[in-house]
């Protein structure tokens, strides 16, 4: 059986360049879950372990009929409430996030639920299981790039991305989308690499093209 790989067949989706670039995205279906609060907190790993522990019970229900897939990377949105400024000046604690994990078109809400049964059952003492939900997003005009290094670090190629967005007359109309290509666990900090991105809105997008 071969498997349904979402990085290979969504090429332009899960790659980035090291300068900024305007983009267009489809609609995508993910299985989310939103919390607050530290990202090295208990409430963050947790939302992570069950959202992980869903999408290898969805791959094993849709591996039994034959339709087996690679269980993608993980995304996060991240936003801060009712502070004007810049997130990574907020403390952490009220930081909120939404995180992501990218399903194939063949998944259903009904695989989904009953895969969360399941899970449900497999990891009783993981109670974010339930809150997990299964929805779409639609981000269409973009701008995206790479991020090398560390998270601590992303100021500066947030900074690029914004005048790279002023240079091209185009604003943000959306939250701040990581895709985590990295491992942290394996990857040396130095090394971890990040697609840092924001829809925006105000421009004409060609794909893959780099403006100015």
Known sequence: MEKFDLAKTYK?????QTKPELI?????????IEGIGDPDGDDFANATEALYTLSYSIKGICKSEGKDFTVAKLEGLWWVDGDS???LEVPREQ?????????????TSERVEEARIKAKDKKKELKAIADIRFERLHEGSCVQMLHVGPYAIETDTLRQMEQFMEMNQVSIRGLHHEIYLSDPRKVEQSKMK????YPVQGAEVVKGRFLR
């Open 95 to 107: 930081w909120r996030w939404k995180l992501l994990i990218r399903m194939p078109e063949f998944v």
């Open 12 to 16: 332009s989706y899960y790659t980035a």
């Open 24 to 32: 267009e995205f489809e609609p995508v279906w993910y299985v989310t």
């Open 85 to 87: 400024r810049n997130a």
């Open 194 to 197: 990040t697609i840092l991105r």
